[in-house]
């Protein structure tokens, strides 16, 4: 009983999804089952009976209808085969084998050749692309031959000497620019035609001879005839033939010079009154190598003008050569000078420039030249209206150097001039007889030591006033190694002070404001003298019996 049971169990779940037709018999019923667009299944009575439908050819694109109860025959071709199953199926298929099958054959031309080629059924017919050709196929055997070239249009200009008349152009020489300028053979060239061949060549190098000679010019040697030549007095006799081949010319004289002629005769002579002997001097280098016993050149009151870069007298005598200027005049300021002038083409004027040297030269033991003395003269100041000079007078100075041992200068002030004696602290100045010195500087003291009160440095020998104020303050001159001052008391006491208490002392002493006072009598004397160093000054007084005195430490 299990056994049924389970059997029924079984073909009873097989129809809960699926429905199963077994046993079906066929008969002419057209009905059939189908399934809705509700999942059901329902049954159709003519979807089985299709009243008609249209055949065809796809190479015209026209059809045949056929309807209920037609018959269909399907025809097999040529290289076709037609096969048809009881199911209603039919099968069309190719018997062909060759796929380039094309009949008995065909012709294949280009159109810019006559040549053509006959290509039949088993041949390869291929495409290939030129210059400027594309050519492509596609699955169904269609061949696409393709122009890649695009047409460029290029226009064309005239430039210069050239016209362009549609596509040709033309030489036009009137455009040439006019040449007014002389023709110079070297340079200048013509254009021409050689044998068709365009050429250039240069004017100079054209042969006369290659002209034609429509002139009549003959290469032939002979006399000219024709000729009348005209001096400065007058024409001469003429050829009497004044025919084509006449030539007239003039000879002439220029300043100094004249042209005569007599018959055919011409001669050159001189004159003097037109000479310019201002002019004869200018004579070329090495025109004259010599001239001797010249005694004098111009006359009294000329000028000779000596535009060389140097003049060099030498001479082999003892002594020689001697430059002397004399002077006859009978006044008594009246005497030869020797002037240097400086005159700038800028016209400049500046301090240290030089208006005149001289140099004394010679040789040391090695024979190399070397200046051993000079005199210079230079602007000290140019200012007009306080112009001052400056005169150098210098020697080598041990080691070939040279150096200013005497320098006078024009000074600040009128009627002074400074002097400048040795050069360097260790030089040493003999004096053989003696020095007498009448310059003295007037210092008056002041509160501070300023104006009147400061002593200046190019002086030696000083007057001092106090001021009326025995507090007045004297400042003594820039130090100097050696340099020795005297101060000559007119009036009563005062204080000395160096140019800087702080670090130059006065005996000893230094510190801010740092000063000693003098006790000063009229006419007695205090001397100064700097040393060892630029940082002392050591002073001391002298009364008027002789009794000297140290003054008092700077404090």
Not at 3 to 12: A, S, V, Y
Request: with cysteine; aromatic share 4%.
């Amino acid at each position: 009983m299990r056994w049924i049971g389970q059997h029924i169990w079984n073909l009873i779940s097989r129809f809960r999804s699926d429905v199963y037709l077994e046993d079906l018999t066929t008969d002419s019923s057209t009905d059939i089952l189908v399934v809705d667009s509700d999942g059901k299944i329902c049954k159709n009575s003519g979807a089985g009976d299709d009243t008609s439908f249209t055949v065809a050819a796809t190479t015209t694109g026209t059809g045949t209808t056929i309807t209920d109860g037609d018959s269909l025959t399907i025809a097999a071709g040529t290289g076709i085969t037609t096969t048809g199953t009881s199911d209603g199926v039919v099968t069309i298929a190719s018997t062909v084998t060759d796929t380039n099958t094309m009949g008995s054959g065909f012709t294949v031309s280009a159109t810019t050749d006559s040549n053509a080629t006959t290509i039949t059924q088993g041949d390869d017919l291929m495409f290939t692309a030129g210059t400027g050709i594309t050519c492509e196929t596609t699955a169904d055997g269609t061949v696409t031959i393709t122009n890649t070239v695009s047409d460029t249009n290029t226009t064309y200009s005239a430039g210069d000497l050239l016209d362009l008349a549609t596509t040709t152009f033309n030489v036009d020489l009137s455009e040439l620019t006019d040449g007014t300028a002389d023709v110079v053979g070297s340079a200048d060239e013509l254009v021409y035609l050689d044998a068709g061949s365009q050429k250039r060549k240069q004017i100079d190098e054209i042969k006369l001879g290659q002209f034609n000679n429509d002139q009549n010019w003959t290469s032939n040697t002979g006399d000219i005839t024709g000729v009348t030549i005209t001096t400065d007095s007058g024409g001469g006799s003429a050829a009497s033939d004044a025919g084509p081949g006449s030539s007239d010319f003039s000879i002439l004289g220029a300043d100094g010079v004249g042209v005569t002629n007599s018959g055919t005769t011409i001669t050159a002579v001189a004159v003097p009154g037109e000479i310019d002997h201002d002019s004869l001097l200018n004579l070329a280098s090495n025109e004259h190598f010599t001239m001797a016993d010249i005694d004098s050149i111009g006359t009294d009151g000329d000028t000779l003008a000596i535009l060389s870069d140097q003049l060099t007298m030498s001479n082999t005598t003892a002594d020689k050569p001697t430059v002397t200027l004399e002077n006859t005049a009978d006044g008594t300021n009246d005497a030869a000078q020797l002037v240097f002038k400086k005159l700038r083409d800028d016209n400049g004027v500046e301090q240290g420039q030089n208006l005149g040297e001289i140099w004394f030269n010679g040789q040391d033991s090695a024979q190399n030249s070397e200046d051993y003395a000079y005199i210079i003269a230079e602007i000290d100041v140019g200012t007009s209206g306080q112009e001052s000079g400056l005169l150098k007078l210098g020697v080598a100075n041990h080691d070939g150097g040279s150096g200013s041992g005497l320098i006078l200068t024009g000074g600040s002030a009128n009627d002074e001039i400074d002097v400048t004696l040795g050069l360097g602290s260790q030089s040493i100045v003999t004096v053989p007889g003696q020095i007498n010195q009448t310059g003295v500087y007037a210092a008056t003291a002041t509160s501070d030591g300023s104006g009147t009160g400061t002593i200046p440095d190019n002086v030696s020998l000083i007057t001092v006033a106090n001021g009326g104020d025995v507090n007045n303050i004297i400042i003594l001159p820039t130090p100097v190694v050696g340099k020795s001052i005297r101060l000559i008391a007119i009036s009563g006491n005062y204080e000395l002070r160096s140019t800087d208490p702080a670090t130059i002392a006065i005996n000893g002493g230094t510190d801010t404001n740092a000063e000693s006072a003098v006790n000063a009598i009229a006419n007695s004397t205090t001397d100064c003298i700097c040393g060892p160093t630029t940082s002392y000054w050591i002073c001391s007084s002298h009364s008027l019996v002789g009794a000297q005195t140290a003054i008092p430490v700077a404090s």
